[in-house]
């Protein structure tokens, strides 16, 4: 039985760390993405731009690419949902790299 639960612990402990692991990534690429946006909307501090859609993203799931979308259309740039996601999935990809070297 006591190896029972040590592989429990160590599953349970395996899941964790790859739900961390997730997290960064997902956290990281939203941060780039709002850099990008940041800029495109002429903000002139992106970092507080990026703190603002990642906390929305950990609020609302989504609601980072919806407050983007939001932001466009009320600056009256025209960036379609499409190139964001497409952003969205480079950022994604440069993080992960990252991470993995």
């Known amino acids: 039985?006591?190896?029972?639960?040590?592989?429990?612990?160590?599953?349970?402990?395996?899941?964790?760390?790859?739900?961390d692991v997730e997290?960064?990534?997902d956290t990281r690429s939203k941060m780039l993405l709002a850099v990008w946006a940041a800029e495109k909307l002429g903000r002139v501090d992106p970092n507080a731009y990026a703190d603002e859609l990642v906390t929305e993203d950990i609020i609302r799931r989504g609601g980072a690419v919806e407050?983007?979308?939001?932001?466009?259309?009320e600056a009256g740039i025209p960036v379609a949902g499409d190139e964001i996601?497409?952003?969205?999935?480079?950022?994604?990809?440069?993080?992960?790299?990252?991470?993995?070297s």
Do not use: G, W
């Open 23 to 25: 997290f960064r990534v």
């Open 1 to 19: 039985m006591n190896a029972l639960k040590m592989r429990a612990q160590a599953s349970e402990l395996q899941y964790a760390r790859e739900r």
């Open 67 to 73: 407050r983007l979308q939001r932001d466009f259309a």
């Open 85 to 100: 996601q497409s952003r969205l999935a480079s950022t994604l990809r440069q993080v992960a790299i990252d991470m993995a």
